[in-house]
């Protein structure tokens, strides 16, 4: 196998309690290069339009990439691949050191299919893999699962794992890996479909490494851009994500009031931003694998009510979706929010939103005290927000039904509620307005697995990359050129999530050297041309899978209080974007039909000959185009 690779991958089934290994061809490796680009292709494959994601046929994949484990810094991560419980792509990401332990046990990947009858965890090392018992595990959050599994199998092992949340099959159910420092894949409902497999935790130790095809010309090349990457990011690794809180708001970009308000006080936001959080509970930085920056946050809370509070600390999209979306202003509460979010193995995005939606729907007397459980869940309510966590976590009450997610409880619910429910297929928004960056419209409309700003398309609006042809920042709050960044940083975006690369560089981080470190690492002599086109290739795939699910441009679209409701005041006011035109302008530039279809010629183009058979069985007329 090239360098770079193990070249295989660990296939569990825990229907027959079994385990095989799987190559990795080096053709398969180049057209799809690794973490969720590998994992589109397997997925694709390997379920069907029919398959129930929370049923034994799905498929559960953690994938790794070829930067995973080798000199190259920022690219200790891996993708977490499966159906979603929403019944769409699900692909998550996530930091830590777990991905790169997992590298070091010999394997790429792993792949799990089937159910176990009983709970059980795996613990896999570069001498073997064994299925243990995980009775004594199951209802256990995920902090005293991680310390409980680590000393079963080595207080050097890295544990990813699941809490009550996704035991209970919440469809906003994380997968935490690295204990109390708290790295989660956490959106789309990952979690769900590991407990939907009796999967509790998986345990990884080892001490292989892959081969490198160049060692000394990748060790030059990393010399020369680390000091300009450690430059760039000491923001972040002064105050984390959360140091965007001001700057952001200021923008109108982080969310108020459930995204029905263009600003919120200074005082209030100055109270959960980064530099207050710096200032105050900060004990130190969290550095994941390979990491120059030391983004993570770890905290402790001496003192009140939320004494005894530590680990890892809220990141920027938790501190908006319990702060300013909530209208909550203690950063503390905020914190014991995450803490147990963590804990229960809970999306924040997707709980924080729940309950701001929850505050809208019990101030327009949609939901009364008796739906609620007597909790006043009137905004700015720290305590009823915490209260509500907890029913979430456990699946009780109004939590049962809000840990469904918005658009199914708007839909339980009903009076109106689905105006407020902020939703793209399914799953929440993130922290980020289209209002304040008109790509977020398209890109969110677009995004394989609902909304989602991993495509990155607003750092064009923030900052250039000139090796993709944007010497400059495109201008916010305005539609033109925002569909085709979207169509050229979803597919480059792509590839950092394939080969495991940090995006918190993927603006300092020159295309160039991207590519160089790749065939450093693998020996490949991959141009630019060939390397976006790997992350074209994954796009389609990821979309055509969608599409096999009925999924079209009448699903690309988004909640009518951000095309409609345009504010007067804060960062974003004045502008609404115009989706429809956005999403014509994309689809031409994907080569995709008006209807979001990707073309079979456009398929055949890219070596996608099952997927142009898909699209032209379900849609024949455009065989012709």
């Given amino acids: 196998m090239t360098g770079g690779y193990m070249g295989r991958l660990l296939c569990v089934d825990l229907t027959r309690g079994t385990w095989t290994d799987r190559e990795i061809s080096e053709e398969l490796a180049r057209k799809y290069i690794g973490g969720s680009g590998l994992g589109a292709r397997l997925l694709f494959d390997q379920t069907r339009a029919e398959t129930d994601p929370l049923g034994e046929d799905n498929v559960l994949m953690f994938l790794t990439g070829p930067l995973t484990e080798t000199a190259v810094p920022m690219a200790g991560r891996y993708a977490v691949v499966t159906k979603s419980p929403l019944g769409i792509w699900g692909e998550g990401d996530c930091g830590g050191s ?57 207080a050097k092992a890295v544990v990813a794992c699941i809490g009550p949340a996704g035991e209970k099959l919440a469809k906003m159910a994380i997968v935490l890996s690295d204990g109390k420092h708290a790295r989660v894949s956490g959106r789309g409902g990952v979690g769900a479909v590991m407990g939907s497999k009796k999967l509790k935790a998986i345990s990884v130790y080892g001490a292989r490494k892959p081969q490198i095809a160049r060692p000394e010309a990748l060790k030059a090349l990393v010399k020369s851009f680390v000091p300009r990457l450690q430059e760039a990011t000491k923001a972040f690794g002064a105050y984390g994500t959360a140091g965007a809180v001001i700057k952001n708001a200021n923008l109108g970009d982080m969310p108020v009031k459930n995204w029905s308000s263009g600003k919120w006080d200074d005082e209030k936001l100055k109270k959960i931003s980064g530099q207050t959080l710096a200032e105050t509970i900060l004990t130190k930085k969290y550095y994941c694998k390979g990491c120059i920056v030391g983004c993570g946050r770890v905290i402790e809370i001496a003192d009140g009510p939320y ?9 920027y999209e938790t501190l908006g979706s319990f702060g300013s979306l909530c209208l909550i202003d203690d950063l503390n509460a905020i914190s014991m929010a995450n803490d147990l979010c963590n804990r229960y193995g809970m999306d924040t995005v997707s709980v924080g939103a729940s309950i701001a939606f929850a505050m809208e729907a019990y101030e327009k007397g949609t939901i009364g005290k008796k739906d609620t459980g007597g909790i006043d869940l009137a905004w700015g309510n720290k305590d009823a927000a915490l209260a509500m966590v907890h029913q979430i976590g456990r699946r009780e009450g109004l939590g049962r039904l809000l840990g469904e ?17 902020i ?3 399914g799953l929440e928004l993130p922290m980020h307005d289209p209002r304040s960056m008109g790509s977020l419209a398209v890109l969110y409309a677009t995004y394989p697995r609902g909304a989602c700003h991993r495509g990155c398309s ?16 495109l201008e916010r709050q305005r539609d033109e050129g925002k569909a085709l960044i ?18 918190f560089v993927i603006t300092q981080l020159k295309p160039s050297e991207v590519l160089q470190c790749l065939n450093d690492v693998t020996g490949w002599d991959m141009d630019l041309s060939e390397l976006m086109r790997a992350g074209e290739r994954a796009s389609n795939v990821k979309r055509m899978y969608n599409v096999r699910l009925g999924y079209t441009r009448k699903d690309d679209t988004l909640p009518q209080r951000i095309l409609s409701e345009k504010f007067t005041t804060g960062g974003a006011a004045g502008y609404l974007p115009n989706l429809e035109k956005m999403l014509d302008e994309y689809y031409g530039h994907r080569r995709w039909s008006s209807d979001g279809i990707p073309l079979p010629s ?23 185009n």
């Avoid at 299919?113 to 018992?133: C, M």
């Avoid at 004494?307 to 990141?315: D, F, K, L, N």
């Avoid at 658009?407 to 509620?417: C, D, L, M, T």
């Fill in 423 to 425: 939703e793209v297929k």
């Fill in 307 to 315: 004494a005894g509070v530590s680990g890892g600390g809220p990141e």
């Fill in 98 to 154: 777990w991905g790169s332990m997992l590298k070091r046990t010999g394997y790429d990947g792993i792949l799990v299919v089937g159910r176990s009858e009983k709970p059980v965890y795996l613990w896999i090392t570069d001498e073997g893999v064994s299925l243990r018992d995980a009775g004594h595990l199951w209802g256990r959050d995920t902090i005293e699962t991680d310390e409980m599994v680590k000393a079963e199998t080595s």
């Fill in 486 to 503: 979207n169509a050229v940083m979803q597919d480059y975006a792509g590839l950092f999530n394939s080969l495991k690369l940090c995006q």
């Fill in 405 to 421: 997610g918005v658009k199914r409880a708007s839909q339980e619910i009903g009076g109106g509620s689905a105006d407020f429910a």
């Fill in 602 to 624: 456009t398929l055949r183009e890219l070596g996608l000959h099952d997927e142009a058979e898909v699209a032209a069985r379900m849609f024949p007329d455009l065989s012709r």
């Fill in 458 to 473: 607003y750092q064009l609006e923030r900052s250039g990359i000139a090796e993709l042809g944007y010497e400059k920042p």
